[in-house]
């Protein structure tokens, strides 16, 4: 439990760090070099399992490696899983990057709006307005609280750093091959529909419960029940429905995602207009969820 707490505090002091020796960067540059060298045909979806359960597989091998040649070493193990627990979990970063943008809305700015929100969303950002920044924003912080928050914190309770660095490996495959496009369709048909999916099932809905903990809302729950399953995600429409219930607010439509166009369904209902005070009372929202799973996790650990 004192990874937990000690990454958490490194996390409020430090937020995702952007060096060279970020593990989650050296998992993109794998990836990078496995799709360039396996990713033509023939048999692109066979190629595409292999190379993405030796890379999940390879990084719980690993860690579990480092752990077990460190067990001797109380502190020691302890720094190894604190920095690592610190890699995998990013709620200030995600709220930095969300008021970065909000900064440039506020300023009237938008192109420079436009340009800090590509940084967090994969949709075209050249043509929206500035209620279209702000929709993407919160659309993002209830995507990226399950993926990057929730999501980690459950694998860690589950298996330790080790688990929780297997499920960062599942998520940087998908958001690099999991695509639907030609070119990834079938390379990142395993990574995206079968491991992605998976071990965002049981996450993606606990962050839409706990989101419905720490905000209250009958609203929400009808939300939820209506349109969770509307999104081609099979997890990604429970965060966002929640969110978008709790807030009175309307996610999805239309959307360009590399060059083509995407319809997505619509999620919520439009009876508040998205502002700054909306943008707040989602972080605080972000942040509650986040201190909640943090102390179900510990409560568990205390519990074994």
């Known amino acids: 439990m004192y990874p937990l707490l000690f990454g958490l505090l490194l996390d409020l002091l430090l937020g995702d760090p952007r060096w060279a020796l970020h593990p989650i960067r050296l998992f993109g540059q794998l990836i990078a070099w496995g799709e360039r060298w396996l990713n033509h045909p023939p048999h692109q979806k066979a190629k595409g399992t292999i190379l993405s359960l030796i890379l999940v597989l390879g990084v719980w091998g690993f860690f579990y490696a480092v752990e077990w040649l460190l067990a001797d070493y109380r502190y020691a193990l302890l720094a190894w899983q604190t920095i690592f627990f610190f890699f995998a979990i990013c709620p200030r970063s995600l709220i930095g990057e969300a008021l970065a943008v909000e900064r440039y809305v506020a300023a009237d700015d938008l192109e420079g709006a436009r340009r800090r929100l590509s940084w967090i969303v994969g949709r075209d950002t050249s043509q929206l307005s500035f209620a279209q920044i702000r929709t993407a924003v919160l659309e993002t912080l209830a995507e990226n609280l399950s993926d990057g928050v ?22 940087t495959l998908d958001s690099m ?60 429409g429970y965060p966002e429905s929640a969110l978008a219930g709790i807030l009175g607010v309307q996610f999805g439509g239309p959307n360009i995602y590399h060059g083509m166009l995407v319809e997505k369904p619509y999620i919520g ?36």
Do not use: E
């Open 177 to 236: 091959i999991g695509y639907k496009d030609q070119h990834y369709k079938d390379f990142g048909y395993f990574a995206a529909r079968i491991l992605d999916d998976a071990a965002n099932y049981i996450p993606s809905r606990l962050t839409a419960l706990l989101m419905l903990l720490v905000a209250p809302s009958r609203r929400a729950v009808r939300t939820v029940w209506r349109d969770a399953r509307k999104h081609a995600s099979p997890n990604s």
């Open 269 to 304: 209902t439009p009876i508040h207009a998205v502002t700054a005070q909306t943008l707040r009372r989602t972080i605080r929202i972000v942040i509650a969820v986040t201190l909640l799973a943090s102390l179900l996790v510990f409560l568990t650990y205390l519990y074994r």
């Open 150 to 171: 929730i999501a980690p914190l459950c694998f860690y309770a589950l298996g330790g750093v080790p688990l929780m660095m297997a499920y960062k490996m599942i998520n």
